[in-house]
T-cell receptor
Framework: NAGVMQNPRHLVRRRGQEARLRCSPMKGHSHVYWYRQLPEEGLKFMVY????????ESGMPKERFSAEFPKEGPSILRIQQVVRGDSAAYFC?????????????FGSGTQLSVL | EDQVTQSPEALRLQEGESSSLNCSYT??????LFWYRQDPGKGPEFLFTLYSAGEEKEKERLKATLTKKESFLHITAPKPEDSATYLCAGLSGGSNYKLTFGKGTLLTVNP
């Protein structure tokens, strides 16, 4: 049973470009959460999605960031017009049940570097 | 606003030298206090959940305890393979999914 898969592992973008981060949850999991880890900071909640629904996006920056979890395929975190401050590790987690904080499984993350 | 503070930021131990990591929290209506282990280049790996003051959980050389204000992760006779960053996170009563993480303690165990 494969774990949570994130790709790419490393992503380099120049300022102003778009970044797309992908997350495939564990088999049987339909709840996906994105967290961001800025340098020297703890992980911060960004968004919680179920298939075709955004449940809570209270941690997402208001501009340039969006997330989706389509009926088919991985969840996507999209960052438009990246800036240097977006450089961080982005982690995806999944769970089987709604609000399953007690059974979260994390992926290995995508390290985004903005030049 | 919920806050979780971990100390120390970094800890170096000799193999076999027991110690404790601290996690102080201010989390509204705490539903659970979580400990994770994070290895370099990897995501957090779940260790324990504690639900109420006085609770203790053990796993191999690790024991986690919880009071009303803080949690401790006790490491007994650590080995080099215990080297990792240990993360503490709180889950508030207002949510059953949104974790508030501390910055972590980087533990290095020298042989």
């Amino acid at each position: 049973n494969a774990g949570v898969m994130q790709n790419p592992r490393h992503l380099v973008r120049r300022r102003g470009q778009e970044a797309r981060l992908r997350c495939s949850p564990m088999k049987g999991h339909s709840h996906v959460y994105w967290y961001r880890q800025l340098p020297e900071e703890g992980l911060k909640f960004m968004v919680y999605l179920q298939k075709e629904n955004i449940i809570d996006e209270s941690g997402m920056p208001k501009e340039r960031f969006s997330a989706e979890f389509p009926k088919e395929g991985p969840s996507i975190l999209r960052i438009q017009q990246v800036v240097r401050g977006d450089s961080a590790a982005y982690f995806c987690a999944s769970s089987q049940t709604q609000g399953g904080a007690e059974e979260l499984f994390f992926g290995s993350g995508t390290q985004l570097s903005v030049l | 606003e919920d806050q979780v503070t971990q100390s120390p930021e970094a800890l170096r131990l000799q193999e076999g030298e027991s110690s404790s990591l601290n996690c102080s929290y201010t989390v509204s209506g705490l539903r659970g206090l979580f400990w994770y282990r994070q290895d370099p280049g990897k995501g957090p790996e779940f260790l324990f959940t504690l639900y109420s003051a006085g609770e203790e959980k053990e796993k191999e050389r690790l024991k986690a305890t919880l009071t009303k204000k803080e949690s401790f992760l006790h490491i007994t006779a650590p080995k080099p393979e215990d080297s990792a960053t240990y993360l503490c996170a709180g889950l508030s009563g207002g949510s059953n999914y949104k974790l508030t993480f501390g910055k972590g303690t980087l533990l290095t165990v020298n042989p």
